[in-house]
């Protein structure tokens, strides 16, 4: 398997393991990421000494609870529907519960500072539409921010979704930055599939695929016709080195005045 892109297996458990920091093909990513798919009454608990967690609702009904707080949370679909992300620092136990068939992406790295706990509903996350007046619109997306460098100074890490229609491009035009990120993709459609690009190499995205960019290497990415592409971004700071910044391919820039 290559370690730019997997495929992970559902486990007998519910999980889809995608990276870990200290072990495994993708260390260099810096963050656990896990993926569970959870029955309707099933709770899952979690408690992570030493590391910050983001827990995002994907898709279904669940209840989150947190520091004496309960929030309930349904999203029926991750393509049309506002999103519900909690963040919380080291040793903050989260409890998260489904009402329905769910899934939930689970987010974390390590942190030794402390912040509050915040919870992201779709009426407090920030939402953008990238592309819409170039390319002829075949580089219009959503881009959804949950926290980042700007918004969440303390975090150690970047949470967010981009929403790419059917046919179209995104993480466009091509840029790179130092700091490693994480792909999670779904499909409006289980069929459905589109291209990732990771340097000079290109890989198949599918239903619960992911990839895991490298430092400095261009990462765009395209949906096939007919297929909305949905993926969760995730990127890991360095210490003292934050990403804030895409950094485009010099030979792609005349792409940002074109008027196509």
């Known amino acids: 398997m290559s370690k730019e892109f997997g495929y992970p297996a559902l486990s007998p458990e519910g999980e889809r393991v995608l990276t870990r920091a200290h072990e495994g093909e993708y260390q260099a990513m810096m963050m656990d990421i896990t993926a569970y798919q959870m029955k309707p009454g099933q709770s899952r608990s979690f408690l992570l000494e030493g590391q910050e967690m983001a827990v995002l609702l994907v898709e279904g009904a669940v209840t989150f609870a947190w520091d004496g707080n309960e929030q309930a949370a349904r999203r029926g679909s991750f393509i049309t529907d506002g999103a519900y992300c909690l963040h919380v620092c080291r040793n903050t136990p989260v409890t998260v519960t489904a009402q329905e068939e769910s899934e939930i992406l689970v987010q974390a790295t390590e942190n030794s500072g402390s912040f509050a706990a915040h919870f992201y509903t779709p009426e407090n996350c920030r939402d953008e539409t990238f592309g819409a007046d170039q390319y002829g619109g ?114 792609h820039e005349w792409l940002l005045d074109a008027k196509l």
């Open 138 to 251: 075949k580089a219009i997306r959503t881009v959804r921010t949950f926290f980042d460098y700007d918004s969440a100074p303390y975090s150690n890490m970047v949470c967010g979704e981009i929403i790419t229609p059917h046919g179209g491009w995104s993480s466009y035009i091509p840029h790179h930055h130092p700091q490693p990120e994480v792909y999670y993709y779904r499909f409006d459609k289980p069929q459905g599939f589109g291209g990732c690009f990771i340097g000079d190499s290109a890989y198949v995205a599918r239903d619960h695929s992911f990839c895991a960019i490298p430092g400095g290497k261009v990462h765009p990415q395209v949906t096939a016709p007919g297929y909305t592409m949905y993926y969760v971004w995730m990127i890991r700071h360095f210490d003292g080195y934050p990403w804030h910044e895409r950094i485009y391919a010099p030979e």
